[in-house]
C-alpha cells in the first residue's frame, strides 16, 4: 500500500484507480453505517465563480448554500475524489451548517470496498461530457 495516496478523513482512506473512473476513494478499514467518513473541503466560492470555474472543466462543486460553493479540487481533502453510483451508492451527505460530511450508508462499508454516493440530478447537466462517464458506473 506504499504507492498509494492517503486521503485525511475520519477513517483510513486510500485513492487509487477506479473501474468506475479514474481514481476513486477506498477503504482501508470497515466503516459501520451512520458514521461521519469524510468531510467535503475545499475552497469556499461564490456562484460566479463556481460558474467560471466548471465551465473550464476542471473543478469539484458542492453547493454549500446560497451563492456558497466548495471546490474540492481547489485545498480539499481528497473527498472530491468519491465517485459517482445511483444503484450502488455506499454512503450519502450530510450537510451541518456550513459543512458537508459523507456519511456511511446503511449497510456499512467494507475493508477494500470503493467510497460511492449519488452526486444527484442536479451534478449531470452541468458536467456534460464528464457525467456520461460517471452515469456508465451507476
Known sequence: MSDLKRVSGNYRLVVKPS????EGVFA??????????IE?????ID???AAL???KGAAAIMALGPDANIDGFDAGNGAALINHSRERANCFLL????????????EGIKAGDELLY??????????????EKHR???
Open 40 to 44: 467535503y473541503r475545499g475552497a469556499v
Open 118 to 131: 449519488d452526486y444527484g440530478s442536479d451534478y449531470f447537466p452541468t458536467k456534460g461530457k464528464r457525467a
Open 28 to 37: 482501508g478499514e470497515d466503516i459501520p453505517w451512520g458514521r461521519k467518513i
Open 95 to 106: 450537510r451541518e451548517k456550513d459543512r458537508v460530511w459523507l456519511v456511511a450508508g446503511v
Open 47 to 49: 456562484d460566479k465563480e
Open 136 to 138: 456508465k458506473g451507476g
Open 53 to 55: 470555474r466548471i465551465a
Open 19 to 22: 473501474p468506475i473512473e479514474g
